[in-house]
């Protein structure tokens, strides 16, 4: 890679903070006022990765793949909006390096950007609470103005506001690895995030870039922004 990266954008769950704490807490607060049997944090981050509605059909069936009866889902969804608008993400914490990247980033002039399949409000209700260590240029939501990943638009829209130069998508999943392919972009994959409980290792071809953390990841993106 020899042009010089410009905007860097960043899946947020398991990538810059580790919420499955308040992911937990209100998903266990709508199966008890729903009389469905609860589920740990570790269950409830193995759901995590295709956007609020999809979390909250695996807490109702216990399934990855089960889909909730329709009228259920539905005010489950409003319930668990209402959970983790109230949770005040004092269970959530931003993942070591997370600052000092983005911080590094900002210095250098480069775009960068939050895309994650969290919901725009509560996107913006972590941010509220934690943006202060989490210094970006953009926010970008699913089921707002964009489809959710692996749909690219977001991240071309991340790209377009950021001057329209070469771009990378740091993240931890499947669904961020297949973003970045539909956006035409190189994918920076982080270990140890929420992966359906796979290791991302195995979802990515021999000479993927991969790294243990958010240092490595900046370590990196020194060397090419």
Same mark, same amino acid.
């Given at each position: %890679? ?34 469905? &049997?609860? =589920? ?16 909250? =059909?695996?807490?109702? %069936?216990?399934? %990855? =793949? ?28 931003? +993942? ?7 911080? %590094? +980033?900002?210095?250098?002039? /480069? ?7 969290? &919901?725009?409000?509560? +996107? ?20 707002? /103005?964009? !489809? ?17 130069? !070469? ?18 972009? !190189? ?10 409980? $796979?290791? $991302? ?15 490595? /990841?900046? #370590?990196?993106? #020194?060397?090419?922004?």
């Amino acid at each position: %890679m020899t042009d010089r990266i410009c905007v860097v954008c960043f899946d947020l769950d398991g990538t810059l903070i580790d919420a499955s704490e308040d992911l937990a807490w209100s998903v266990n607060e709508v199966m008890a006022a729903l009389g469905r &049997p609860q =589920h740990s944090i570790e269950t409830v981050a193995s759901y995590l990765g295709n956007g609020m509605p999809r979390l909250v =059909h695996r807490a109702l %069936m216990g399934s %990855m =793949h089960e889909d909730a009866p329709e009228d259920l889902h539905a005010e489950a969804v409003q319930q668990f909006r209402r959970a983790y608008a109230a949770c005040g993400h004092v269970r959530t914490r931003v +993942l070591d390096g997370a600052g000092a990247c983005l911080e %590094m +980033l900002r210095c250098r002039g /480069v775009h960068t950007a939050i895309t994650t399949n969290k &919901p725009q409000s509560a +996107l913006e209700h972590v941010m509220d609470a934690l943006g202060a260590q989490l210094p970006v240029d953009g926010l970008y939501g699913g089921d707002h /103005v964009w !489809p959710r990943k692996p749909d690219p638009t977001m991240l071309k829209e991340a790209q377009r506001l950021g001057g329209g130069g !070469p771009m990378v998508l740091v993240g931890d999943s499947v669904t961020d690895r297949d973003a970045a392919t539909a956006a035409g972009v !190189p994918f920076l994959a982080v270990r140890g995030g929420f992966n359906h409980g $796979i290791p $991302i290792d195995d979802c990515l071809e021999a000479d993927a870039l991969v790294f243990d953390d958010l240092h490595g /990841v900046q #370590e990196w993106l #020194e060397r090419h922004t």
